[in-house]
């Protein structure tokens, strides 16, 4: 048959609806494809050990808000996931370490001991300290059973399941594609080889605080055959968010039906309710006049300014819940006055995890021109997937540009906004000064919760190139501190990442960041300003 006529043929074949319990065409050719139906559906269990790449917050956290910028990369050494296919039970165990500097040491080289996530059936917990296991959330729930079937022969393993329906076939280039809804709930989309009818991709949505709907892509390649069964040496998972590789596997190897721990939910586990999120209740603490720290254990804080007939935000940080009840409270703590506008410190996703309830509020977003292509395309993403602020609410994005330096000024208040310099982490972020108190408002200078610190002089070196009077701290992260403890824990933080540098070096390692580049010399050849 020549190519073309079994393209037609196909096309034709798309159109025929599933027939009662009779599995899909596309999913028989599927299974046929990668054994035959009797033996996918035979599997017990397949284990996968590999290592691989993560996108560091799906591409959220790079040095500027470009999408040419450079991704900082998570690296996985270590993967291992087994699929207990009978039961639907599955268990993850990984090493994860960041290549690229940040504030804490497991973070940086790895915790010391590897991260173990379960699930059995519709039930998620992990492996906490002295092996106890510990329920997760619903959310963790659904994100493992879509991760469980994120491998050809398990989808199509349970796609072949009479309760299981394929709609919607049809061909797409030189593949075919059909949307599945298992029996319990989840809907992917599938693409076969049209001509072998291998598996080429498998598709989903779900919801994101920052970008809203988000679809991922996995694509399988290098199929070989483990007892059998054709399964893919290698899985690529792409984000429709600036087409973003999100996840990289690397398989070195694959076991099928062998034997295996029983992954079943401990009876406590199972018996316990699942973890519901915390309702959010920041609460204000005055820093200065017409100053105030939003705070509280659900997110990062915001800080609030008064103005003559306005109220102005700093940071719509954490998530959109956080957000929320942030935008609440600086409404209640200054009734009367409109919140108006939100100043974001930098575009990083922890940063803006609120960012689409601030533009579902109609506050103008502030921020550093060069986040403005960033942000506008966030504004234009769809939100059907509940819960999301702008998807309920759409509203046209207000954006106001910051270059060098903005001030807002009237006669009850006078903040000003400058350009981050000094900065490995942020290139296009903002800081906030507050003369009249002497207040350096900030994102991502300093935490006092961080044990290493790699940005330099950064902080020194903005309130010198600026000509600042400083007297106080007041960060998005931590707590308001004078600026003496803060410059003091700065230079304890910095000695903590040059003895973990040594450390590592004299282990033969060279990792990114060391040695640590102090002083910094940024300032030298630039006149203040
Ligand atoms: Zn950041």
Redesign the pocket.
């Known amino acids: 048959m020549t190519r073309a006529l079994l393209a037609i043929v196909l096309a034709a074949s798309a159109v025929l609806p599933a027939r009662g319990q009779q599995p899909a065409a596309m999913i028989t050719r599927a299974a046929d494809a990668l054994g035959g139906v009797a033996r996918i559906r035979a599997i017990r269990n397949i284990t996968v050990a590999g290592y691989g790449e993560q996108a560091y917050m799906n591409g959220g956290?790079n040095i500027s808000a470009s999408p040419d910028a450079p991704q900082k990369w998570v690296s996985v050494p270590e993967y291992e996931k087994t699929i207990d296919v009978e039961h639907m039970r599955m268990r993850v165990r990984q090493r994860n370490h960041q290549n690229f500097v940040f504030a804490g040491a497991a973070g940086y080289l790895g915790a010391p001991n590897a991260a173990v996530a379960y699930l059995d059936g519709n039930v998620a917990f992990n492996a906490a300290q002295n092996n106890r296991m510990v329920r997760a959330n619903d959310q963790a729930a659904r994100a493992r059973r879509i991760d469980m079937l994120n491998n050809p022969a398990v989808l199509v393993r349970a796609a072949l399941d009479p309760a299981s329906r394929v709609g919607n076939v049809r061909t797409q280039g030189g593949l075919q594609l059909g949307d599945i809804t298992l029996a319990t709930g989840e809907s992917l989309t599938l693409a076969i080889d049209s001509v072998s009818g291998v598996p080429a991709w498998v598709r989903w949505m779900t919801h994101d605080e920052n970008l809203g709907d988000v679809t991922f892509r996995t694509s399988f390649t290098g199929y070989l055959p483990v007892k059998g069964v054709l399964l893919p040496m290698g899985y690529n998972t792409v984000i429709d968010f600036r087409s973003v590789v999100q996840n990289k596997l690397y398989v070195d190897k694959y076991g099928v039906d062998e034997t295996i721990d029983d992954l079943s939910a401990p009876a406590d586990v199972r018996a316990a309710v699942a973890p519901a999120p915390r309702a959010p209740s920041p609460e204000a603490t005055p820093v200065a006049k017409g100053v105030w720290l939003l705070h509280g254990n659900g997110g990062a804080n915001s800080i609030l300014f008064e103005f003559a007939d306005h109220l102005t935000m700093f940071e719509a940080p954490s998530n959109q819940a956080w957000t929320q009840a942030l935008i609440r409270l600086a409404r209640s703590t200054v009734p009367g006055k409109p919140l108006t506008e939100v100043v974001v410190s930098?575009h990083?996703f922890?940063?803006t995890g609120g960012i689409r309830a601030a533009m579902a509020e109609g506050l103008t977003i502030v921020a550093h021109k060069g986040t403005e292509p960033l942000f506008r395309e966030i504004a234009a993403r769809r939100g059907t997937i509940a819960p999301d602020a702008l998807g309920a609410a759409p509203k046209p994005l207000k954006f106001r540009a910051v270059d060098d330096h903005l001030q807002l000024k009237d006669a009850a208040m006078q903040v000003d906004l400058y350009h981050v310099v000094s900065s490995s982490?942020?290139a296009e972020a903002l800081f906030a000064y507050v003369p009249a108190a002497k207040l350096f408002v900030e994102?991502?200078f300093f935490d006092v919760g961080w044990e290493l610190y790699w940005w330099q002089k950064m902080y020194a070196d903005n309130i010198a190139y600026r000509r600042l009077q400083v007297d106080t701290d007041v960060p998005v992260h931590g707590r308001v501190l004078p600026l003496a403890d803060v410059l003091r824990d700065i230079e304890r933080q910095t000695k903590a990442a040059a003895d973990l540098c040594a450390r590592t070096a004299a282990a033969g390692l060279f990792t990114p960041g060391c040695p640590v580049k102090t002083p910094s010399p940024i300032l030298q050849d630039t006149p203040s300003r």
Do not use: E, L, T
């Open positions: 956290g930098h990083h922890d940063h982490h942020m994102g991502d």
